[in-house]
């Protein structure tokens, strides 16, 4: 398999904190792989450590075959990592197209994202151009931050918790988003509480259990195992 992201025997702290204690695993490229996990887990943290938001002490992050452990975060980007962060933080005071320019990056390979593919996965956004981050709506500010995330031209695109807050209609429209996304040759890390929306869109799942790895296969490896995990490493 062709691997695009490499994580191995990260150890990551907050201060005395000490919250990844050796994750690894492997995110193939053009595949969807859903990090899933409690509260708590590390799973956020995981993303942040990729992205250089918080290296790691110790480990190694490999992107495209490069090491990027401990870049720092703009680098990271400029390799090809779009990063959608929890709760979107798009920019309030600017508008749509303001918050979109902010993450342009060449492609270096593949389709590039023009403002004209944008609209086509996300129509509101050419409707709403104008309008500054914050008037717009919840599934609409998620939209925007995942449409400037592709604006960066990424590789692998990193997604946290994407369907929190919104109406199960948006859940479903962003489901169908990922798989087109992944059809057109974008690979996704998602990371989701809402583990019926993953796995149903998902290809391979990795469950953190407090900072370390304790499943990673599959999603029909998954379901064989579903009741078991479930119990052990997920809220149900
Ligand atoms: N900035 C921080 N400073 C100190 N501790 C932190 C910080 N951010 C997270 N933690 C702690 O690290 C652990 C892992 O947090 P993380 O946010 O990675 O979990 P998560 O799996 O994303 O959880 P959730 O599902 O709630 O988003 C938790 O115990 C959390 O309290
Ligand atoms: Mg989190």
């Known amino acids: 398999m062709d691997v695009l992201l490499a994580v191995d025997a990260l150890q990551t702290f907050y201060g005395k904190s000490h919250v990844l204690r ?14 899933l996990g409690r509260n708590g887990a590390g799973k956020t943290t995981t993303l942040r450590s990729v992205m250089g938001l ?4 110790s480990g190694r992050i490999r992107f495209k075959g490069a090491d990027v452990t401990g870049r720092p975060p703009h680098r990271v980007f400029r390799m090809g990592i779009g990063y959608v962060p929890e709760g979107r933080q798009i920019f309030p005071h600017l508008d749509v197209g303001e918050n979109l320019r902010l993450a342009e990056r060449a492609a270096d390979g593949g389709t ?18 104008r309008q500054r981050g914050r008037s717009l709506s919840g599934g609409e500010q998620q939209m925007l931050a995942i449409a400037r995330a592709l604006f960066g031209n990424p590789d692998l695109l ?18 169908t988003i990922m798989v087109r996304l ?19 869109v998902s290809d391979r799942v990795v469950v953190l259990g407090k900072g370390a790895v304790v499943f990673a296969g599959a999603t029909a490896e998954f379901r064989e195992r579903e009741a078991e995990l479930k119990g052990r490493y997920l809220s149900v």
């Open 22 to 35: 050796g994750v690894s695993f492997e995110v193939p490229r053009g595949e969807i792989t859903v990090l």
């Open 54 to 57: 918080v290296p790691p002490r």
């Open 112 to 129: 590039p994202w023009t403002l004209e593919r944008i609209f086509e996965y996300f129509p509101v956004l050419r409707e709403r151009w």
């Open 158 to 175: 990193m997604l946290d918790e994407p369907s929190q807050g919104l109406a199960p209609r948006l859940v479903r429209e962003l489901e």
């Open 182 to 200: 992944k059809g057109e040759g974008v690979t996704i890390l998602l990371v989701e509480q809402n583990a019926r929306m993953a796995l149903g």
